[in-house]
């Protein structure tokens, strides 16, 4: 069960967050108990950093990419990935043009985020996996009646705790978007669109990044891992780009 997010917090409830029996000897320096927070041996820490910390084992398994050179309105791939039961599929689909109208899996319409500049737009769309897929069954599919080129990115996130989007931003012009996180175990996913070859900075633990022959798209991703309040994208772009947390 996940710590709480305020208030008194124990060693014990910590200890025992981790894996240990409540009221057995343990200390702040013990390697489980700094491994909830991502934490080194003999460091400064203080109990309040543990607020939303969990033993929970957020993972992205697999990621994939694809760029199309087809002036079709609408673009589709199969995941090319096994996919379980209450994994995340998140979804970037981008485009040389000003209208996303869908992303869908399978009959599925995704719920967006989407950007949308004077002739590039981006959205981050997500799902809930209810079923589970073998690689190359489940198709995504990328609708837009203005583009030209399509590029699809593909995250499946395991291990989530929870399933509700909790913050989400999008701009053209600005060089960074800030989202609420709240606490460990959440994800956090920034896409930027560029036409050259700049790409989304920052403290992330993976990138997709890809090229259709207008414009080059980044996809980033990283699990917290303690109560933030906030996580900011770093967006090296004047172009469209989005940023969610979910979890």
């Known amino acids: 069960m996940t710590l709480q997010t305020s208030g008194a917090i124990s060693l014990n409830d910590i200890h025992v967050e981790a894996g240990g029996t409540s009221g057995t000897s343990a200390t702040i320096n013990d390697a489980d108990i700094r491994g909830l927070i991502g934490k080194a041996a003999s460091t400064t820490m203080s109990f309040n950093e543990w607020y939303g910390a969990s033993a929970v084992n957020v993972t992205v398994p697999h990621t994939a990419s694809f760029d199309s050179t087809t002036t079709a309105g609408t673009y589709a791939r199969f995941v090319p990935f096994d996919l379980e039961v209450d994994d995340l599929l998140v979804v970037m689909h981008g485009i040389y043009g000003t209208n996303i109208t869908t992303t869908r899996a399978g009959g599925t319409t995704l719920p967006l985020v989407t950007s949308i500049g004077s002739n590039s737009a981006l959205s981050i769309g997500y799902l809930r996996m209810t079923s589970a897929y073998t690689a190359d069954t489940l198709q995504i599919y990328g609708d837009s009646t203005t583009s030209r080129y399509h590029t699809l990115h593909m ?43 700049t790409a989304i900075t920052g403290t992330v633990d993976g990138l997709i990044q890809s090229s259709n022959p207008f414009r080059h798209y980044t996809t980033s991703y990283a699990i917290t891992t303690a109560a933030n309040s906030t996580e900011t994208i770093n967006v090296s772009s004047s172009n469209p780009s989005a940023a969610l947390s979910y979890g």
Do not use: E, K
């Not at 701009?171 to 920034?190: D, E, P, Q």
């Open 155 to 197: 995250i499946c996130v395991r291990g989530l705790p929870s399933f509700s989007l909790i913050d989400s931003a999008t701009a053209v012009t600005t060089t960074n978007l800030t989202v609420n996180t709240g606490s460990a175990n959440v994800l956090v996913v920034g896409a930027g669109t560029y036409s050259s070859a």
